[in-house]
């Protein structure tokens, strides 16, 4: 994991809880610093939706016992190894993705960061979006997603706890460019600015 002012890492891992912002950082980065951007949602949210349909589950069921959670392995894998097939060919990548067992589970990160390719010296960093209970409401509530009416009908909505693993923590209640800001002035200034990020 790289300390504070040691450069831009390979791997950036963007994480938080649904609605903290996730993908508006993390599409930012890639177009400021170059990296190749992988979103959970994007990368495999078509094939979820077509995979809870064929057992007659709704896309809230993600955040149920049962299929939905089932599921789970399988989009990781696909966000994973996509993301790890893009650092092979030279590229840096910023994966977006709640990472919510990786950041409770020092095992499964360490099990997630030797899938980027950590233990063959890529150098991987969490980044963590800390957002405050009613802020999260909030955005639940204005982005009205499918995939969220759990959590909308959840009358306490915790936060997670902060994660157990090494990490930055970034602000969510700031604006994107403010948390940017942040960023670089714990790792140092960014690498590459290109005028058109790459995609996937």
Known sequence: MNAPGAGWPDALLVAGPAA????VLATALAAAA???LFDLDQVTGPLT???LALVGETP???DRAGPGRDLRRARYACLTGAAAANLDAGHR?????PFSAECADPAAFAALCAALGQDVG?????VYLETPAPLLGERLARRNAPRDRAKLRADDRPVPPAPRVPHLRVDATRAVDAQIEELSARLGPI?????ESPRC
């Not at 903290?20 to 993908?23: H, I, L, N, V, Y």
Request: hydrophobic share 50%; charged share 20%.
């Open 20 to 23: 903290s912002g996730k993908t």
């Open 122 to 126: 890529r150098r991987v960093m969490l």
């Open 93 to 97: 990548v910023v994966v977006a993705a």
């Open 60 to 62: 809230d069921a993600l």
């Open 191 to 195: 690498r590459t600015a290109p005028t």
């Open 34 to 36: 170059g990296y190749v």
């Open 49 to 51: 939706d077509a995979a």
